[in-house]
């Protein structure tokens, strides 16, 4: 999260209503990112803020946050990669983790293989592939493909993304294609699904976008 925004706010002496005419983020999404209510602001937002604070991100980036990004970090600088992790182990579905079978991000120890990265995908230093388990993406994707994702665009309606959750001492990530988005919560839904799900966004730890699936980035 970036809670530390209100202190490193008050510390340069700008109010909230400063910093939203200043960002063009409205003052009630600043309060929620101070707050914590907002886990995953879009990166869009945080950059605005950044940049009106002449600050980085990471400076208002709380260390939990940090921690947590390590495991998607690629293992190269940009435009010089070779190599992404690749999270290929399997999350079966249980009592604990209903939402289908997923794969696992081992946030102390990161990626255990590494992949090629494709070219597509030189701009960004967080880049990652993960494994699709299950069948609720056929046949848009098949059980056992690698999908590439990048954590940070903006998610838009119509991309497919991986929903991140908080399990234990470890991510467990999903595939699912973006039906609604909303400051506090996010539509899901699969190829053959007709109702879509709601997730509030404190029930998530993150959304990231899939590309390279020929379907809305390319």
Known sequence: MYTKLYEVRRNLNVTQGELAELSKVSQSQ???????????????????????????????????VERIKTPFKAFNTVGNAVFIPLHNEKQ?????????????????????????KPS??????????????GQAMQPRYK??????????????VG?????????????????RE???IADDYIMVKTPSMNNPIKFHRSDLHAVHVVVGSQRNRS
């Not at 579905?93 to 081992?106: C, E």
């Not at 597509?120 to 388990?133: K, P, Q, R």
């Open 92 to 116: 079966m579905m249980n009592q604990n983790f209903p939402h289908g079978d997923g794969f696992v991000v081992r946030v102390q120890q990161g990626a255990p293989t590494q992949i090629k």
């Open 30 to 64: 600043i309060s929620k990112i101070e707050k914590g209510s907002v886990k995953t602001p879009s990166h869009d937002k945080l950059v605005r803020i950044a940049e009106a604070l002449g600050i980085s991100i990471h400076d208002f980036m709380d260390e939990q």
């Open 120 to 133: 597509f995908l030189e701009y960004s230093e967080e880049a990652y592939a993960a494994t699709n388990y």
């Open 159 to 175: 991309d497919d993304v991986v929903l991140l959750f908080d399990y234990k001492d470890k991510l467990i990530g999903i595939f």
């Open 178 to 180: 973006v039906a609604e």
């Open 143 to 156: 059980q056992g493909d690698t999908l590439f994702v990048d954590p940070t665009l903006d998610v838009i």
